[in-house]
């Protein structure tokens, strides 16, 4: 495996064992990828004039209204993690940029729900949908077997992060 890094590289959490190169290969992409991606969201949030949350309400409504469920205002803060005044600011602003309606639930007359507004052009339909054309590119260039391969080791590899620490919100819960 080879890799472009330089070998006089400092690697911050691990140490640059020969022992075990291939996993710090593997890591080490992994770190540069995740720091590539997390510029690349930047520019888009910022093409879009949206923040971090903005995007992922859009995302978590297009996705709901896809499967043909409705999303109200609670809902959506608790997904987010936010307070309920905190996400009637976010909806006043994605309402004021065209982002979503807020229309009376078919379900409850004293509620509302959040209808997204379809993207306007290509770039915020990739953008919201995480469907960029450059990436899907790379992906369908992957054997079936390759792909498995890389899903079957991001799922594990998920899985362990999912465990890093998790007792401490385990200790942390039962106060």
Do not use: C
């Not at 888009?44 to 109200?72: H, P, W």
């Not at 993690?81 to 078919?106: F, M, Y």
């Amino acid at each position: 495996m080879t890799t472009d890094r330089p070998e006089s590289a400092n690697h911050y959490w691990y140490a640059d064992d020969a022992g075990h190169q291939r996993g710090i290969d593997v890591l080490e992409a992994m770190r540069s990828y995740r720091a590539a991606e997390s510029a690349m969201r930047r520019r888009s949030q910022a093409s879009m004039g949206m923040g971090e949350n903005d995007l992922i309400a859009m995302r978590y409504l297009l996705r709901a209204t896809a499967e043909g469920k409705a999303v109200g205002p609670k809902e959506l803060a608790q997904y987010l993690g936010i307070t309920s005044a905190s996400i009637t600011v976010l909806l006043d602003r994605l309402e004021k940029n065209g982002h979503l309606t807020r229309q009376p639930s078919p379900f409850d007359r004293r509620a509302l729900i959040i209808v997204p507004s379809t993207p306007s052009s290509e770039l915020e339909a990739a953008t919201l949908g995480d469907a960029r054309p450059e990436l899907l590119q790379i992906i369908e260039g992957l054997s079936d077997d390759d792909a498995e391969t890389v899903v079957a080791f991001l799922t594990r590899m998920r899985d362990a992060v999912d465990q890093v620490d998790s007792h401490v919100f385990d200790r942390d819960e039962r106060r």
